[in-house]
């Protein structure tokens, strides 16, 4: 499933470099390399970082059924300390409803350690949404 053309019109997140590795209805997984720019005063990820590789994956994860999803809420735990070269992002909807739709996102490094776990609700608007109707 081609969803390339949501993360080239989310200017935020293509500016941290992150990348869309793979989408299917329902699932997403995202990249991103660590750079001294993404780096806190402790010189590991920051969480703001972390948390927007994990919303963008949500973002398209809830998306990619082609009815406009916006995020009504969402929670993250971080669990490990942001170390490694590069993040990875997976989203999985866990519920599927006309309104609403419920995911979790585990965040790991290159070792494979998990370092976050974030939980996102999306609103499900009547509104179709696919790279011809955005």
Known sequence: MDMQWFL???VFAKSLGIRLIEARPGYAKTAMDITDNHRNGAGIAHGGAIFTLAD?????????HGKLSLGVAA???????GLGS???AEARE???GSKMATYIVTIANDAGDVIASFQG???RKDMPYTRETA
């Open 56 to 64: 963008l994956a949500f973002a398209v994860a809830a998306n990619s």
């Open 86 to 88: 590069t993040l990875f």
């Open 121 to 123: 609700t999306a609103y």
């Open 75 to 81: 929670s993250i735990s971080y669990v490990k300390a």
């Open 94 to 96: 866990i519920s599927l």
């Open 8 to 10: 080239d019109r989310d």
